[in-house]
């Protein structure tokens, strides 16, 4: 979801001095992050080498050291040409982008491409993703989050057999699992040859041997990043003239007793481009540090740059940037997207007078930003603004930090309601947290913007839906409606109708969702002919009408998605092949794009519409399949909703303890839906007469079953009686 992390996704060439380029292949996955371009890295053989080695005998290693001394450049090259561990099992976690130690979990869910459970925490559905994988799983910049960090990281080691954890930090986690490996800076022949390097990627000609450069390198304690930021300068300063204004800073700088005095180096490295900075450059490097993660033109325009225009911006920015200050890379869509290295981040933002204020600045911009995607959410825009509402998350989320902090709880409701949908589509649960930090759900029929008030209520009341906490949804989406009725409050009712089986509500509803749409075309429209489409599906009314809607148009971005979705719910009555064939369709396509919201729409009507109209092995194939792929996926809460139509299956193929098992099972998950309800209240009706006194105890053992449990007792019960179909020639029940 929010690009706060990133992944291997194509051959990753290391460009080192010291060895020949390593080349690791890499194969894509649904969900991807590009990782930045590496720069060479100088003599670090020898720490990659021990890195290696700790990692095959410890499934927690912390790389420890001072600020800049290449602990992230150390941690790429190593999973870059990491033999053990297969190339999509590589994950890069960054966390110096969140000061939130509650967001750590979803930083790390976003990196992985994983999404919240329904059913859990931020922190149980990333060990439910890892539990039954092999990865290895980098932890970058753990230093401010260093409880946050051995937390997750202890709960990850101690459910995950085979997953292990690289972690950098300026101080180790503290775990007992732990082997921490202090990172040395680097040697005086490296530091130089580093230096010469970089000198000439700024355009200077420098001999790595030169004794002022090797003098200078002393000087920065062979702190890459110190090195790195005194070569950007070498056009217009001599490795002789550096060493000068260093020793000046170095007494300016120096820290008391327990300073660390390479940190003193880095900052001081710092400290010497700032000063070379005008005054105008040097407010704009501080207000620029309220920014995390990537940013475009625009965002830095909103933010610090307020008043102006397009081309002095970029000037303004450029200059940063020539002087490595600021760090430009290219987006998905062809734009240059910008940010800030950690370290010149809080040094820039310590700097700034008035932080207060540019927070305010930060926390406006994003709201507005926000608004103005959700509202090409209604146009044919929608699949741009999704891409770009998730490049900016790591910034919504700052923003929602910021805003709670100040007690602005109007900004947060504004960042709340535009992110609904953005949320909704790929479960992104994390908005509920964002609700509770502001206390949203409070008495708030005396606001005095009482819309905003209210459709932010309905949004934490959809989000406790999608989670099934169906009672305390019903009643805050209850108090929203009651405030104000629009598309969004309306919304999160039908939502909190639909998850408890009370389809009179939804079909009730589902026109005057369609009149509350803002638009023709759009995410609104969508939900509310989905809504009508469902309803008619699970009550079997056959709908006639012809469109030119094929499953090749499930292809065609969200809004195609949509369309092939309500055209199969339509159908499923009328023509079961055709609509069959569409709601798998949007299977396929969300699976692929990682829909989350539609991939359960469409698989849960194949499920609990489509399927009993197919013959009973048929069923259970198609069932066997998609029940497979949510176990793939880690989808817990669609198994849990899938469950009851494999006990209905399981029960009528004669296996009627398997079923038993899973009503417990579902019983445990506490999730509901649709049509599954009427089978689930039907089959503990009849299972107890068939089982007699061995129900109870059944029904129990399912009670204990955890998602993966209870989706390999159904896969596994569902082949065994399509064997056994398959043997008999399809004879008897089936």
């Not at 000609?205 to 304690?221: G, K, S, W």
């Not at 327990?258 to 710092?270: P, Y």
């Not at 066997?624 to 009851?644: C, G, K, P, S």
Request: include cysteine; charge should be negative.
């Amino acid at each position: 979801m929010h690009r706060v992390g990133y992944r291997f996704v194509a051959g990753v060439t290391e460009e080192r001095r010291d060895a020949t380029p390593v080349t690791a292949p890499v194969t894509p996955a649904a969900t991807v992050w590009s990782a930045p371009s590496a720069k060479a890295v100088f003599g670090r053989d020898r720490d990659v080498h021990a890195v290696r080695e700790r990692l095959e005998t410890h499934r927690l290693v912390t790389v420890t050291g001072p600020a800049g001394v290449g602990k992230t450049s150390l941690c790429r090259r190593l999973v870059a040409g990491a033999p053990s561990v297969p190339a999509e099992g590589r994950w890069f976690c960054e966390l110096g982008d969140t000061r939130d130690p509650e967001a750590v979990a979803n930083v790390v869910l976003a990196a992985l491409g994983e999404a919240q459970q329904a059913d859990a925490d931020p922190t149980e559905s990333l060990v439910r993703a890892l539990e039954e994988r092999s990865d290895l799983l980098v932890l970058d910049n753990c230093e401010h989050l260093v409880a946050a960090a051995a937390s997750l990281a202890d709960r990850v080691l101690s459910r995950c057999p085979s997953v292990r954890i690289l972690a950098t930090s300026r101080e180790p986690l503290g775990l007992l699992a732990e082997s921490v490996y202090p990172l040395e800076p680097l040697d005086v022949d490296a530091a130089a040859a580093c230096f010469a390097s970089r000198a000439t990627d700024a355009g200077a000609v420098v001999d790595a041997t030169d004794p002022a450069v090797r003098e200078l390198c002393r000087r920065l304690d062979g702190i890459p990043l110190a090195i790195e930021l005194a070569a950007a300068r070498a056009r217009v300063l001599a490795p002789s003239e550096m060493i000068e204004l260093l020793g000046d800073r170095f007494r300016l700088l120096r820290g008391g007793p327990g300073t660390d005095h390479r940190h003193s180096s880095l900052h001081a490295a710092i400290a010497s481009s700032w000063e070379g900075l005008s005054s105008d450059d040097r407010a704009l490097l501080g207000r620029l540090g309220v920014l995390v993660g990537t940013f475009t033109l625009d965002d830095a325009r909103g933010v610090a740059l307020a008043g102006a225009d397009r081309l002095d911006a970029v000037d303004a920015l450029e200059r940063l940037v020539r002087q490595s200050l600021l760090v430009t890379s290219p987006a998905p869509d062809g734009r240059v997207r910008f940010h800030l290295l950690e370290s010149v981040r809080d040094f820039a933002f310590e700097h700034l007078d008035d932080p207060t204020a540019v927070r305010r600045a930060h926390v406006h911009h994003y709201a507005r930003r926000a608004e103005e995607l959700e509202a090409a959410f209604q146009t044919e825009r929608v699949d741009d603004a999704l891409a770009e509402m998730r490049e900016a998350w790591a910034n919504l989320r700052a923003a929602v930090g910021y805003a709670a902090a100040a007690a602005d709880a109007d900004a947060v409701r504004r960042i709340v309601r535009a992110v609904a949908q953005y949320a909704d589509l790929f479960g992104v649960y994390e908005v509920l947290d964002w609700c509770e930090h502001a206390a949203l759900d409070g008495d708030v029929s005396g606001e005095d913007d009482p819309v905003l008030a209210a459709e932010a209520l309905a949004v934490k009341a959809r989000m406790l839906a999608h989670q099934g906490r169906h009672d305390r949804a019903r009643e805050l989406a209850d108090r929203a409606l009651a405030l104000r009725e629009s598309h969004a409050t309306l919304l999160s009712s039908v939502w909190c109708a639909y998850y408890t089986g009370r389809l009179d509500l939804v079909l009730a509803a589902a026109p005057r969702l369609v009149e509350l749409s803002r638009s023709g075309r759009g995410f609104d429209r969508g939900y509310a002919e989905g809504f009508a489409a469902i309803v008619a599906a699970v009550r079997q009314q056959p709908d006639i009408t012809t469109t030119s809607i094929t499953p090749a148009d499930a292809e065609r971005g969200v809004l195609g998605a949509l369309d092939a979705l309500t055209e199969g719910l339509r159908l499923c009555t009328a023509d079961p092949d055709r609509a069959t064939e569409l709601l798998e369709a949007v299977v396929e396509a969300s699976l692929r794009r990682d829909y989350r919201l539609l991939l359960g729409a469409a698989a849960s009507a194949l499920t609990n519409v489509t399927l009993p109209a197919r013959p009973p092995k048929e069923a259970m194939a198609v069932l066997a399949r998609t029940l497979t792929r949510y176990r793939e996926r880690r989808m817990w809460n669609l198994i849990a909703a899938d469950i009851a139509m494999a006990a209905r299956l399981l029960a009528d193929a004669g296996d009627a303890e398997t079923a038993a098992r899973l009503i417990g099972a579902r019983h445990a998950s506490g999730y509901a839906v649709g049509r599954s309800e009427l089978v689930f209240a039907l089959l503990q009706e009849e299972l107890p007469d068939r089982l007699g006194p061995a129900y109870g105890p059944l029904v129990e053992q399912g009670r204990g079953w955890l998602p993966p449990e209870a989706a390999d007792a159904a896969i596994a019960a569902l082949t065994r009686a399509l064997d056994v179909a398959h043997g008999a020639g399809g004879s008897g029940g089936l």
